[in-house]
């Protein structure tokens, strides 16, 4: 699991920045990307990294501001020349269904693929579950309807210690099923092994919140709480708090002091302003780090891996 950053700025398109889009690589756990956001010139970010759109099979919209959709007719209509079959499920507030398809309309384009619109209902909730992973979601505090997300990975079974049971004779076959069930299980000398204790434990699953503009609210707490990575909108500086409330987003200052109550592991820093070039901008990774040490500020293109808990693994 792996988020990748293809846009990190705020409003307009820098050199050094683009518009929001961020991806979220589940290449292992189900061989599919989530993208969250897709702001203007998204495809031509995707074209520097790895990421094949027909891999995408979910699109989050945080909100319908422009530098956060501008990017998803001309991502979706370039996908169906690379995919014409596979489908994908578009979530985000009422009017992304609209804004879709009315591009698609007036621009007389035809997708070989079918979508599905999800609407985020007005207070939150659950969107999507399946048995890997469900995708919560909750209302921010921006100027128009905003939404944050939270990813929950299910727990992951213990492996099966195969090493172990072919010490004692266990060769592989449907028994291995068996005691990977935790089933008792009955050996060809007559000795009974308890399943159980040839299994490894659990792996808790992971967390991922990925936020969308916002003043510094409750809602952004919730969907954090003991998450493994926020990501946060960092749009201002602490010294621009009364600036940043005005305009419904974020100081650097209020991000980490999120993350520190949430009791994540790790902040990211992204929605970038243009006004901030690279000195100042990490500034801005400063002042959080004050509050919050475990903060990256992102740039385009960079990777952050989400490995599984340590103890766990232990």
Request: net charge neutral; proline share 4%; hydrophobic share 35%.
């Amino acid at each position: 699991m792996e988020l990748q950053f293809l846009g990190t700025g705020a409003g307009v398109p820098a050199k050094h920045r683009n518009v929001s889009s961020v991806a979220l690589k589940l290449l292992d756990e189900r061989n599919a990307v989530w993208l969250f956001d897709c702001g203007e010139g998204t495809q031509q970010q995707i074209l520097h990294t790895s990421i094949r759109p027909r891999k995408i099979e979910k699109i989050f919209i945080t909100h319908l501001h422009g530098d956060h959709i501008f990017g998803l007719p001309g991502l979706l209509s370039s996908r169906s020349f690379q995919d014409g079959t596979t489908p994908v499920a578009i979530y985000g507030p009422k009017g992304v269904e609209t804004f879709v398809k009315t591009a698609m309309r007036i621009s007389g384009t035809r997708l070989g693929y079918p979508i599905q619109y999800v609407e985020v209902p007005e207070n939150g909730g659950v969107i999507f579950k399946d048995e890997q992973f469900t995708v919560e979601t909750l209302p921010l505090a921006h100027g128009i309807a905003s939404f944050g997300y939270r990813i929950i990975e299910a727990d992951h079974e213990g492996e099966l210690q195969a090493e172990k049971l072919k010490s004692l004779g266990v060769k592989p076959g449907p028994i291995y099923g068996k005691i990977k069930r935790g089933e008792q299980v009955t050996l060809p000398d007559g000795t009974v092994i308890n399943g159980k204790d040839f299994v490894g434990a659990k792996r808790r699953g992971r967390i991922v919140t990925i936020l969308g503009d916002t003043r510094k609210t409750p809602n952004s707490i919730k969907l954090g709480l003991n998450a493994d990575v926020i990501v946060h909108e960092s749009t201002y500086r602490k010294d621009e708090a009364q600036m940043a409330h005005a305009r419904f987003h974020s100081t650097s200052k209020q991000a980490a002091e999120v993350a520190a109550d949430a009791n994540a592991k790790q902040l990211v820093l992204t929605h970038i302003s243009s006004r901030y070039l690279a000195k100042e901008a990490q500034e801005l990774e400063k002042e959080a780090r004050a509050h919050f040490e475990a903060t990256t500020l992102a740039k385009d293109f960079d990777v952050i891996e989400i490995p599984f808990h340590e103890e766990e693994e232990k």
